[in-house]
């Protein structure tokens, strides 16, 4: 069986002390680094197929290791630990080349999960979908930059938690998207009956863009767990 | 100018009686004096009008610069006072902010002391525990701990993102909104043997919208519809009622509930405070925090009217587009 090689970067030894074994017992072969700069040797010395990197480290922080590797061509998928929630911090995130993030505290099989598809989703040598500025699909355009969304040459007017949706389901396309991970990622903060309003934006984003929820071109129901992109994505 | 009219006055009126004086001397003396003693008249009048006017000066001189000096004392006094005041204001207010986070951290602290001791009861049962029932029980029982830390640190984090982030603008339809929180409540499980109604206008005109995101208005309505439902029972009335004052749009949330001690009322809208009544109830002490963030950051308020064993009604005003 194949164990991809991880490095987990993280400064508090009481995370990397349970989490590498933890991702070890998941199948990975895993080696920790205590901070950004010990992450940058590691990466050369042990050539990682994956990184988990924690954005606040003393040295050298998380952002800056991820901003080095993609500056230096380096396009190995990270995935990063947030501890701030903010919505800006999340969009900055992936404006600066990571492949994905979790916020802290997380459940440990929401980051296995989350690696694996990352893993699936890697193009080896290639920037992530998560870094390109426009994304296309069929006659779908996002500018990312701008904030705005055509189809052929139509405009879609919509409302900027519908965009971030939209945004954040075309950067993981063919992933299962649950309503709590798409309120983690999007909203920042779940809400009570907060599956509710991810429901709402969706049907929001299936009229935009005229998909039939029975016959979707870009929006699946994953029933009983929550939705799918079901186009093929390019980055543009 | 205005300061300078009684000055002007003063060097106008004051002398006048001398000048007046002078000009008699002179008409008198030319009409009865010998001719050769003309210019000796003449010189004395010259002589004492210079004397006149310059005591005048000298005392007007004194005059503006006592009237100055008096001046100059009382605005330092003014200013000293001013600043007293300010430094009074702004000790007190650091003094109130410093009590604030006193009290926010003693609450936090006791907030974290039972998961946490709960932990580590459960840890230390686990090691010594040798059957796997025990074990699993244990597991399950630290697990609902953690999740409850977890909770905590979430709410705590909304409310901190409450204040910086920016609000997503559009135009909300309150009674939307407020018909699918009810909705919502209704479903609940627990609120089943509850009457729960809602009354908004129709007649003349419906709610007129909120600029407002959605969903957090969403949540402060849904937190104060869930309060409500944690402290009422079977058989209690839930009311929620909305209409328009004025440029305004006022939404009530009322309870036949047991109302809330007035000792406790000045506090609900406090982080992590928990009152008398609320203990036993489940709840992190942030959710009436929240809703108040959520209003004041669209530009509204919130108050609270309670009667013991009567219930409670809580009330949002919102600014209308």
Redesign the interface.
């Known amino acids: 069986m194949e164990t991809p090689k991880l490095l987990l970067v993280d400064d508090e030894t009481a995370i990397t002390d349970n989490l590498a074994p933890f991702l070890k017992r998941s199948g990975f072969d895993v080696t920790t680094a205590a901070d950004g700069e010990q992450a940058l040797k590691q990466v050369t010395s042990f050539q990682p197929e994956i990184i988990i990197l924690d954005v606040m480290m003393p040295k050298l922080d998380g952002r800056e290791v991820l901003r080095r590797l993609r500056n230096a061509g380096n396009w190995t998928p990270i995935i990063l630990l947030t501890q701030v ?4 911090e999340r969009a900055m995130a992936l404006e600066e080349g990571a492949d994905d993030y979790l916020n802290k ?1 997380f459940d440990p099989h929401e980051l296995t999960a989350r690696i694996r598809a990352v893993l699936r989703r890697a193009r080896p040598g290639k920037p992530p979908l998560a870094a390109a500025r426009q994304l296309t699909c069929g006659d779908l355009r996002l500018d990312r930059q701008a904030r705005r969304v055509w189809i052929e040459e139509r405009e879609l007017a919509l ?3 519908a965009f971030a949706l939209l945004e954040y389901a075309l950067t993981h396309p063919d992933e299962v998207l649950t309503r709590e991970r798409l309120l983690d990622a999007v ?8 599956t ?2 991810v429901d709402t934006r969706v049907a929001e984003l299936r009229r935009a863009l005229d998909d039939d929820p029975s016959n979707p071109c870009y929006i699946e129901t994953v029933p009983g767990v929550g939705y799918r992109f079901a186009g093929t994505v390019e980055s543009a | 100018m205005r300061r300078h009219w009684p000055w002007l006055f003063a060097a106008l009126v004051v002398p006048a009686p001398a000048v007046l004086g002078i000009a008699t001397s002179v008409m008198l003396s030319r009409a009865i004096a010998p001719e050769e003693m003309q210019s000796v008249y003449l010189q004395a009048d010259v002589a004492a009008l210079a004397w006149i006017c310059g005591s005048l000066f000298s005392l007007l001189l004194g005059a503006v610069f006592l009237i100055a000096v008096w001046e100059h004392r009382r605005d330092n006094a003014w200013r000293a006072e001013i600043e007293r005041n300010q430094t009074q204001a702004a000790a007190q207010a650091s003094e109130e902010a410093a009590e604030d986070r006193r009290r926010f951290l003693r609450r936090l602290d006791h907030e974290l002391k039972n998961p946490l001791t709960a932990i580590r009861a459960g840890l230390a049962n686990l090691a010594e525990s040798p059957s796997q029932d025990v074990q699993q029980e244990t597991l399950n029982s630290v697990e609902t701990q953690i999740l409850r830390i977890s909770h905590l640190v979430a709410d705590l984090r909304k409310l901190a993102e409450l204040e910086t982030r920016p609000l997503e603008r559009t135009p909300v339809d309150m009674t939307a909104l407020l018909e699918e929180a009810v909705n919502v409540a209704k479903d609940l499980p627990e609120t089943a043997d509850r009457r729960i109604t809602l009354t908004v206008p129709q007649a003349p005109w419906p709610l007129p919208h909120v600029a407002g995101d959605w969903d957090l208005l969403f949540l402060a309505v849904y937190n104060l519809l869930d309060n409500a439902r944690k402290f009422t029972q079977t058989g209690d009335t839930l009311e929620v009622r909305a209409f328009e004052d004025g440029a305004m749009i006022v939404i009530e949330v009322a309870d036949t509930g047991p109302g809330i001690p007035e000792e406790d009322l000045p506090h609900v809208w406090e982080e992590l405070y928990r009152g008398k009544g609320a203990r036993g109830i489940p709840g992190s002490g942030l959710g009436l925090a929240l809703v108040r963030a959520i209003i004041e950051r669209h530009g509204g308020q919130t108050s609270v009217r309670s009667r013991a064993g009567q219930g409670t009604v809580f009330t949002l005003r919102l600014p209308t587009t």
């Open positions: 929630g903010e919505a800006t505290p409302t900027p938690k909203w920042g903060w779940d809400y009570p009956v907060g509710r309003a």
